[in-house]
């Protein structure tokens, strides 16, 4: 039976998402409702994906029994208020990243899914990869000796883009791609707590953070650095060091599609798309969705390979740089 999907928005990344899902075969993947805040927005959403039912409220996708699971795709400062709703309803959620806005709405988040006994899953799509995979295998291999060095950019310019500069929106590059970075990190470090964390960088004159480098070290001397900007373009590679080689990441590192280990370079290939995308290598959200497939299957509650610990991790270690950098939002004080 194919695992039935609610889509909650109908914008740029639910659109995408959805040219993803059909990458996958129907008979596993089945998006049955939309739901956006404008009713004509999301029968025309319905009507360009094949979509049979669209709602003008997230109240009526919550209700709707035939969904198994929603992808929630709101904006940032909409994903506490929307996934609990639809935890409440008994909904399985997969939410796009950042999950929360500081790590209190994303332990909120957590206890609730709990609570209400349903799967949770933060959509750091970049953890499901081929070449994350790949990645992963290679740490458990030993394939490049102890890990002494990780390093991860991400730049590029949107300092034209409302929901990256308004502060009422989320805006911030620390939360819109920091977590690229800082999920990569603590993938290879196996989710493990670094002793210290020192972030600095520059704000916008609207007081989000606009180019952040932070500072990880962890036992036995080892370090990472992280550099996110939204004020320029940067190579957008990671790059792991061990004591017997290293693993690039050449670039879109939060959207792989090959990787060099040692001098030696492997591809990984995405499905083409059947539309135009909004975001680079977005046919990869793929991968995300039938890991959420298979944990439905299994009656899991939390994803083996993006654990809620990771997620939290992730936006304690964001918080904490932003707070270092000072941007505060008003959930920070709610």
């Known amino acids: 039976m194919a695992t039935r999907w609610g889509i909650c928005s109908a914008g740029k990344i639910s659109h995408d998402f959805m040219v993803a899902l059909k990458t996958l075969p129907a008979t596993d993947h089945q998006a049955v409702a939309v739901a956006s805040r404008d009713s004509s927005r999301a029968r025309d959403f319905a009507e360009r994906h094949h979509i049979p039912k669209s709602y003008g409220s997230y109240v009526e996708l919550a209700n709707d029994p035939n969904v198994d699971i929603v992808y929630?795709?709101?904006?940032?400062?909409?994903h506490l208020k929307v996934a609990l709703l639809m935890l409440e309803a008994g909904k399985n959620v997969l939410c796009e990243k950042p999950m929360g806005m500081n790590v209190r709405e994303v332990r909120k988040m957590m206890c609730t899914a709990r609570d209400y006994n349903r799967f949770?899953?933060?959509?750091?799509?970049?953890?499901?990869?081929?070449?994350?995979n790949r990645?992963?295998?290679l740490l458990s291999q030993n394939n490049v000796g102890e890990i002494k060095m990780v390093r991860a950019?991400?730049?590029t310019w949107m300092l034209g883009t409302?929901?990256?500069?308004?502060k009422e929106l989320g805006g911030g590059v620390l939360l819109d791609i920091g977590c690229y970075c800082l999920q990569f990190v603590c993938m290879v470090f196996n989710g493990e707590k670094p002793d210290s964390i020192h972030a600095t960088g520059f704000l916008t004159e609207k007081g989000v953070d606009e180019t952040v480098t932070i500072i990880l070290k962890y036992s036995r001397k080892r370090m990472a650095m992280v550099t996110v900007t939204m004020a320029t373009q940067l190579p957008n590679q990671a790059i792991i060091s061990g004591t017997r080689g290293t693993i690039t990441v050449p670039g879109y590192m939060w959207c792989p599609t090959s990787l060099v280990v040692n001098g030696d370079v492997e591809e990984f290939p995405l499905p083409t798309p059947h539309q135009p995308l909004n975001f680079i290598n977005s046919t990869g959200l793929r991968y995300e969705a039938e890991e959420v497939r298979q944990c439905l299957q299994k009656g899991l509650k939390e994803c083996p390979q993006l654990t809620l610990a990771d997620s939290e991790l992730i936006i304690s270690i964001l918080d904490e740089a932003r707070q270092q950098?000072?941007?505060e939002y008003s959930q920070d004080t709610a």
């Open 72 to 78: 929630v795709g709101t904006i940032n400062t909409q």
């Open 120 to 132: 949770l899953m933060e959509g750091l799509w970049t953890r499901f990869f081929p070449v994350s």
């Open 135 to 137: 990645i992963r295998c």
């Open 153 to 155: 950019e991400f730049g």
């Open 162 to 166: 409302p929901r990256l500069v308004e």
């Open 325 to 327: 950098v000072g941007v």
